[in-house]
């Protein structure tokens, strides 16, 4: 039984002094102390260890090579999806795997210990399934068992090119099935997953509203009964009019009176919603996956947090296109977000918590609940998904329970993250991954195979 001991920690009850963590063979939290002399690895601040929630691990091979303007004037998301389309068109299994150990490594090195993988790259180019249908399913599995983090695979449903049903066009064509054949590329990806270990869980995801038909998405529960299921929803001006224009409603207001929503959803962005949306989509149970380094890079606009907090909505957090693998700094832009927009500070603390207490506590529970993973709190029963922070960092000198959070969140870094836990698998110590070389030079490998691919 692993032992880790810490000078203070988060608890479902609060800050606890001189804290003993105890970790069964099989990964789950069995027993949590306070008041214990020093025992085990000694940790100076012990957080649970949020999920990400969103990510398309392949595009983190792109950061930095979308920043110029091209010669349309007016450049935005959907002159990106162009440049991402080009990208992804090179990309083979072995470039795949690769590329997801690295960005697992990244995501655990900056304090998440579950990777929850939108995957939507499922053919080969020109659209013809490979003879394993779930090769690259099996590569981002494969990826997580050099990575050691936690998995949550959602195969991403992709049929038509939008809200009109027009065919997928080349750099779609990657990405598509028609509902008979997803539901058989999802039964062999689960397949996949049976060599990871038991904390593995899965679902699906439908694109979103422009990608999967009407009638397919009103009976999407009754397809897929059982585990998570995540769409991006509402997240460009363009699209809203789009779904407007097509289907009579916006698109939260459309899968609000024609889809079944609930806990089992995670929802994408989100960053386009009305008032009464916003409360409504929160009433529902379901997750808001926020990503807001992306979302302010590709000028998605502002998620509504304050007011989907104070309607009690959950939200989850993820790194998306993973141009930036920030735990800390992904929280400080929804924050500083909020600011900007209402000319106010502190919008998201409550008289009870800090500003930072309550963005990490709420990423915890929306992360658990997207993937379904039974983690989020240091609790007897739980997976052991923790991380240790660095007080000796003069960041975080002198600083002690929910001022130690915002400090990390508002004027710290990645570097303040100094051991990681994923189910009681010790993968970061000291800052580092554990494999850190070995998948750091197989990337390196593959951005050198890739550098003219835009």
Not at 88 to 103: G, M
Not at 159 to 174: F, H, S
Request: overall charge negative.
């Amino acid at each position: 039984m692993k032992t880790i001991w810490s000078k203070s920690a988060l608890l479902p009850s609060g800050w606890a002094s001189d804290v003993c963590v105890e970790i069964r063979d099989d990964g789950r939290i069995a027993q949590v102390q306070t008041g214990v002399a020093p025992k085990g690895t000694r940790t100076d601040l012990l957080l649970p260890a949020p999920v990400n929630a969103h990510s398309h691990a392949f595009q983190r091979a792109m950061a930095g090579l979308t920043e110029r303007r091209g010669p349309d004037p007016s450049d935005s998301f959907w002159t990106w999806r162009q440049l991402m389309f080009r990208f992804l068109d090179r990309l083979t299994p072995d470039h795949i795997e690769a590329i997801t150990a690295f960005v697992q490594m990244e995501m655990l090195e900056a304090g998440y210990a579950t990777n929850a993988e939108f995957h939507y790259l499922h053919h080969q180019p020109g659209g013809k399934p490979y003879a394993n249908l779930a090769e690259m399913s099996e590569r981002v599995a494969a990826a997580a068992a050099q990575s050691g983090i936690g998995l949550c695979l959602l195969p991403v449903h992709y049929e038509v090119g939008g809200c009109d049903g027009r065919a997928l066009t080349d750099g779609q064509i990657r990405f598509g099935n028609d509902l008979d054949r997803f539901q058989r590329l999802r039964d062999e990806a689960v397949g996949a997953l049976s060599a990871l270990p038991d904390d593995t869980t899965h679902g699906v995801a439908a694109h979103s509203l422009r990608a999967v038909g009407k009638e397919t998405l009103r009976a999407y529960t009754e397809h897929f009964p059982t585990g998570p299921i995540h769409m991006h929803l509402a997240e460009q001006r363009a699209e809203v009019e789009e779904v407007q224009a097509h289907w009579g409603a916006k698109p939260v207001a459309w899968a609000l009176d024609n889809m079944r929503l609930d806990e089992r959803w995670c929802l994408i962005h989100c960053t386009q919603m009305s008032p009464d949306e916003t409360v409504r989509l929160a009433q529902t149970g379901a997750v808001a996956g926020l990503c807001p380094i992306t979302e302010s890079n590709l000028g998605d606009g502002i998620f509504d947090a304050v007011r989907w907090a104070d309607a009690k909505g959950q939200f989850a957090i993820g790194s998306d296109s993973n141009i930036r693998i920030s735990l800390s700094e992904e929280l400080r832009v929804l924050d500083h977000s909020q600011r900007l927009r209402d000319g106010t500070r502190a919008a998201l603390a409550t008289p009870d918590l800090s500003t930072g207490r309550r963005m990490f506590e709420a990423a915890l529970s929306g992360g658990a609940q997207a993937a379904q993973r039974k983690a989020g709190r240091l609790e007897p029963g739980y997976w052991a998904d923790i991380l240790a922070l660095d007080t000796d960092n003069p960041t975080l000198w002198g600083r002690a329970e929910d001022t130690a959070l915002d400090a990390w969140i508002f004027a710290g870094d990645d570097g303040l993250v100094r051991d990681v836990w994923s189910a009681g698998r010790h993968m970061v110590t000291d800052g580092r991954h554990i494999a850190h070389e070995q998948i750091t030079s197989a990337y390196k490998r593959t951005i050198d195979a890739l550098k003219d691919a835009i």
